[in-house]
T-cell receptor, first 113, second 113 residues
Framework: KQEVTQIPAALSVPEGENLVLNCSFT??????LQWFRQDPGKGLTSLLL?????REQTSGRLNASLDKSSGRSTLYIAASQPGDSATYLC????????????FGSGTRLQVQP | EAQVTQNPRYLITVTGKKLTVTCSQN?????MSWYRQDPGLGLRQIYY???????DKGDVPEGYKVSRKEKRNFPLILESPSPNQTSLYFC????????????FGQGTRLTVV
């Protein structure tokens, strides 16, 4: 079964810290991987999309890496701010199946001022 | 502004009373889908559509219907809602190429009593 796992489930850090969120997936045959941010009671905001042929993508203070062969991705957030507090979701589009995005359960991040 | 719009944002209804949640996108995307998000279960795909008049089941289609009469709209229909359909629902869209970015609506919080 194709699964996506995110560790840790929750993370609390002081403002200014650099941090890494982890995502692992069970099948290396993927089209792409997408990181989202979800604020409480709100929709999903796309942060970064990494194609299977890419190793990393960057947007501002965010950097996402992809190691397809080991089934892992990381989201690096530099110089964290209280406004970064949210749940971060990793989603994988596997090669086999319905092209649906398979989501991890998310990492709930709290950045303390 | 490119967006996916869902309505209503919040809905409380009674068991058995038919309802429709609308979804509209203005990005000319071919692929649209519906997800539900439940605590501990994450986001799961309900139905998807590859293009006009082409729909298919996702992971959890029971109790739902969809239609795709126009490219921009993809309504979710609950013919006879039950309490286990209380959830947060998201509509998503993307171009049909498998490497493309998915965009999500703001979500519809449905409560069935």
């Amino acid at each position: 079964k194709q699964e996506v796992t995110q560790i840790p489930a929750a993370l609390s850090v002081p403002e200014g810290e650099n941090l890494v969120l982890n995502c692992s997936f069970t099948d290396s045959a993927i089209y792409n991987l997408q990181w989202f941010r979800q604020d409480p009671g709100k929709g999903l905001t796309s942060l970064l999309l990494i194609q299977s042929s890419q190793r990393e993508q960057t947007s501002g203070r965010l950097n996402a890496s992809l190691d397809k062969s080991s089934g892992r991705s990381t989201l690096y957030i530099a110089a964290s701010q209280p406004g970064d507090s949210a749940t971060y979701l990793c989603a994988v589009r596997f090669l086999t199946g319905r092209r649906a995005l398979t989501f991890g359960s998310g990492t709930r991040l709290q950045v303390q001022p | 502004e490119a967006q996916v719009t869902q309505n209503p944002r919040y809905l409380i209804t009674v068991t058995g009373k038919k309802l429709t949640v609308t979804c509209s996108q203005n990005m000319n995307h071919e692929y649209m889908s519906w997800y539900r998000q439940d605590p501990g279960l994450g986001l799961r795909q309900i139905y998807y559509s590859m293009n006009v008049e082409v729909t298919d089941k996702g992971d959890v289609p029971e109790g739902y219907k969809v239609s795709r009469k126009e490219k921009r709209n993809f309504p979710l229909i609950l013919e006879s809602p039950s309490p286990n359909q209380t959830s947060l629902y998201f509509c998503a869209s993307s171009f049909k190429g498998v490497g493309t970015e998915a965009f999500f609506g703001q979500g519809t919080r449905l409560t069935v009593v």
